[in-house]
């Protein structure tokens, strides 16, 4: 199976802040089949970007996704209060499908 | 709005099984998205389990292939998780979701989870 590592584990910023989000996966990904997900405690996952670099509906453009392989990244340009959460990376191109295991993005 | 919301046991027996529905509302089950389960033990990560179709194909994970059963109910539009001979290891916030063809067929949806803890 693919293995996704994400980098760093917590990610300590101030509102305003620019945040970047690595996925590295133990083989090469299609990009076509690259998500990225929000979590908050007591809330349901959010999907962010589909695609590797598509935002689903509703995703501010604050928002993005690059990258190709093995190597992706998620952006958030200016960090907003609601943005610090978890978020997580995942492939389903290839079965079983398999998820990063988080980057918690806090207040510094 | 697309909702889906998890219920059953929060308890259960070593060796026995888990089993949990997961009523969808905003959508039918006989949509073109399968219809997922996830689940996180605590502090570690998202696992997927396994999925169905409208159809009533499945795909499992291979690591609990052997004691996952996923079946579907279209009259009240809900699925369910079976999972056996159930150990400690099987502790965890379990999620429903749909993978969604409107995205290429991520997961577009969730639940918010219930923990299940196996235990005496």
């Known amino acids: 199976e693919i293995v996704l590592t994400q980098s760093p584990g917590t990610l300590s910023l101030s509102p305003g802040e620019r945040a970047t989000l690595s996925c590295r996966a133990s083989q090469s990904v299609s990009s076509t089949y690259l998500a990225w997900y929000q979590q908050k405690p007591g809330q349901a996952h959010r999907l962010l970007i589909y695609?590797?670099?598509n935002r689903a509906t509703g995703i501010p453009d604050r928002f993005s996704g690059s990258g190709s392989g093995t190597d992706f990244t998620l952006t958030i340009a200016r960090l907003e209060p609601e943005d610090f959460a978890v978020y997580y990376c995942q492939q389903y191109g290839s079965s079983p499908q398999t998820f990063g295991q988080g980057t918690k993005v806090d207040i510094k | 709005q697309v909702q889906l919301q998890e219920s059953g046991p929060g308890l259960v027996k070593p060796s026995g099984t888990l089993s949990l529905t997961c009523v969808v509302s905003?959508?039918?089950?006989?949509?073109?998205?399968?219809w997922s389960w996830i689940r996180q033990p605590p502090g570690k990560g998202l696992e997927w389990i396994g999925e169905?179709?409208?159809?009533?194909?499945?795909n499992y994970n291979p690591s609990l292939k052997s004691r996952v059963t996923i079946s579907l109910d279209k009259s009240k539009n809900h699925f369910s998780l079976k999972l056996s001979s159930v150990t400690a290891a099987d502790t965890a916030v379990y999620f429903c979701?749909?993978?969604?063809?409107?995205?290429?067929?991520?997961?577009?949806?969730w639940g918010q989870g219930t923990l299940v803890t196996v235990s005496s």
């Open positions: 695609g590797a670099s």
């Open positions: 905003g959508d039918s089950i006989s949509s073109s998205n399968w």
């Open positions: 979701a749909r993978r969604g063809y409107s995205y290429g067929y991520c997961f577009d949806n």
């Open positions: 169905i179709y409208h159809s009533g194909s499945t």
